[in-house]
């Protein structure tokens, strides 16, 4: 069956676009309350001792990205950065499996939310969700923005989600690469998913539809957190899983944009979300209580976390996933931002965990470092994290986000640049891995330093201090930092063995390098001499 939703008008309770207009057992826009009833019913989800909602996502319990697909069509061909993270499918695939979509859900109930993403109005996407799933319901409620009966009144979708969880595909037949699919199509604006339950496939496919859209307006997609202070200046950090980015972020006396998703227009930052998806594994009130917190109110999803037999959560126990989650509206966390919005990022930090101890603590980017470390997306696993790695091993991710970016990096990053150049932000390159030596070796940062750093450098009191150039990287690294021991500053000062630091940043410099001979072709000159130097 194919649907031309771009010559069809979305009506705005009608879901005729979709070829499900037959369907009488709709539900629109449930209530939290009703989505809650409606889950438990039917045995979706089991409530917490305090009422939260748990969920179990079955085989599932992660994003299956080697199962996503772009829809390769003429309108977008030459725009996508095809390759093993957004790779093509043809038309007829996605047709065929649509109508098969459409047919099994006919006489299935559904679940409809109408909801926004993105806190600028003159940037945001009006977006709907369509699931067997209830939860999905609930789930799309907590993560995206919210409209106003009367906005709802009015809500026409400009991008659906149409999620058949329960229908398999049948590889021989279909065309997918398993049973599990997730297939976006720019031009009928639709995002097919089935063969999962996982809901982080809901608010990442429409992530990446907004990194599509929005750089051809000029407004910079990111995956980052970014709070701002009383005065009003912003901050934003970028960083892969196990950099901090959600702990520097989420300081008690900084207003939360946003934990994950931001665009930077003319007018400065906006949240994507209206919540928080925050992983759980380990999560202690000590540690973070304000994410602790969230997990004991009604309206939180807890998925795929252990209950005892009291049904506490026992976020230790990692029997079914690592990947355990939590969703919850944005207003759970008391300082967190009422409009979503915030000013044009005063500085903009990098986070990475190099368990090589190479990289300074702290050090100042020019432009052109910005964004050869921003298409880098450099951290480094260490041994343990995952089976087979016994020595630390460098990990980079494009933007600090591959999976979700469909157009090459470089449009990103000079993107990035213009608006760094034009705001005259600050670029900060913050280590919160090892010192005084690698992995087993030496010691990780300490959070109170880094804390501290970051304070001082936000402040702008790192304007008036004096400046060391790394030579490798070519880093300017400050010298000094109130409240911090200046031997921690410059690396090679740190590690006893000066030689086999020497070594270990050779070898680091040229990871970046090999990693980099993949964006050579689209990079100019001025961002390939930008790369640290091996030599």
């Not at 809650?36 to 939260?52: F, H, M, N, S």
């Not at 940037?123 to 009966?149: K, Q």
């Not at 329960?166 to 590889?171: E, I, R, T, V, Y």
Request: hydrophobic residues 35%; contains cysteine; aromatic residues 10%.
């Amino acid at each position: 069956m194919s649907v031309d939703t771009t010559t069809q008008p979305n009506s705005v309770k009608s879901l005729d676009y979709l070829g499900l207009g037959d369907n009488e057992n709709v539900f629109w826009n449930l209530s939290p309350t009703e989505l809650y009833e409606q889950a438990i019913l039917r045995k979706e989800a089991v409530l917490t001792k305090d009422y939260a909602l748990r969920v179990l996502t079955g085989e599932f319990t992660g994003r299956s990205p080697m199962d996503k697909f772009i829809v390769d069509q003429p309108s977008i061909h030459d725009d996508i950065d095809w390759g093993d993270v957004n790779q093509p499918i043809s038309e007829d695939v996605f047709d065929n499996l649509y109508e098969k979509a459409v047919n099994y859900l006919q006489d299935k109930d559904l679940f409809v939310k109408d909801l926004f993403c993105g806190a600028d109005e003159k940037n945001r996407l009006n977006v709907r969700v369509v699931s067997e799933a209830a939860y999905h319901g609930l789930f799309a409620h907590n993560m995206f923005i919210r409209p106003t009966a009367e906005e709802l009144e009015n809500h026409e979708p400009e991008f659906t989600v149409l999620a058949a969880p329960h229908l398999k595909a049948n590889p021989d037949k279909d065309g997918t690469r398993t049973s599990t699919f997730i297939l976006c199509n720019f031009d009928k604006k639709i995002i097919l998913i089935g063969g999962t339950l996982y809901s982080g496939e809901v608010k990442k496919g429409i992530f990446s539809v907004m990194n599509y859209l929005l750089p051809k307006k000029g407004v910079m997609a990111m995956h980052c957190s970014a709070n701002h202070d009383e005065n009003g200046k912003t901050a934003v950090f970028f960083g892969l899983s196990g950099t901090g980015k959600t702990t520097l972020s989420a300081d008690p006396d900084k207003t939360l944009i946003g934990d994950d998703e931001h665009g930077w227009s003319d007018e400065g930052t906006f949240n994507f979300e209206g919540g928080c998806y925050a992983k759980t594994i380990n999560l202690s009130k000590e540690n973070e209580p304000l994410i602790h917190a969230t997990t004991k109110m009604p309206g939180t999803i807890l998925e795929n976390v252990v209950l005892d037999e009291n049904r506490e959560p026992d976020f230790d126990d990692v029997s079914l996933t690592q990947n355990t989650r939590c969703s919850y509206p944005l207003h759970y966390i008391p300082n967190a931002s009422e409009t979503g919005k915030g000013g044009h990022p005063e500085n903009i930090i990098f986070l990475t965990c190099d368990a090589f101890g190479v990289l300074p603590p702290i050090s100042k980017l020019t432009p052109d470092q910005a964004m050869y470390h921003f298409i880098s997306g450099y951290t480094a696993k260490v041994a343990g994290t995952e089976r087979g790695v016994t020595e630390p091993q460098a990990t980079f991710s494009a933007c600090f986000g591959a999976p979700f970016m469909p157009l090459h990096p470089t449009v990103y990053a000079e993107l990035l640049a213009e608006k760094i150049r034009k705001h005259d932000a600050n670029v900060w390159l913050v280590n919160t891995g090892w010192t005084g030596g690698e992995y087993g070796e030496g010691h990780r940062m300490k959070l109170p330093h880094t804390r501290k750093m970051l304070s001082e450098a936000i402040a702008g009191n790192l304007e008036k201090v004096d400046y060391e150039t790394d030579p490798v990287f070519g880093f300017q690294i400050p010298t000094s930092v109130d409240g911090v021991p200046s031997e921690v500053l410059i690396p090679r000062n740190t590690w006893k063995d000066k030689e086999g630091y020497d070594q270990k940043a050779k070898t680091l410099a040229e990871m970046f390098i090999h990693n980099f001979e993949q964006f050579k072709d689209q990079a100019s000159d001025e961002l390939l001499a930008a790369a640290p130097k091996a030599e």
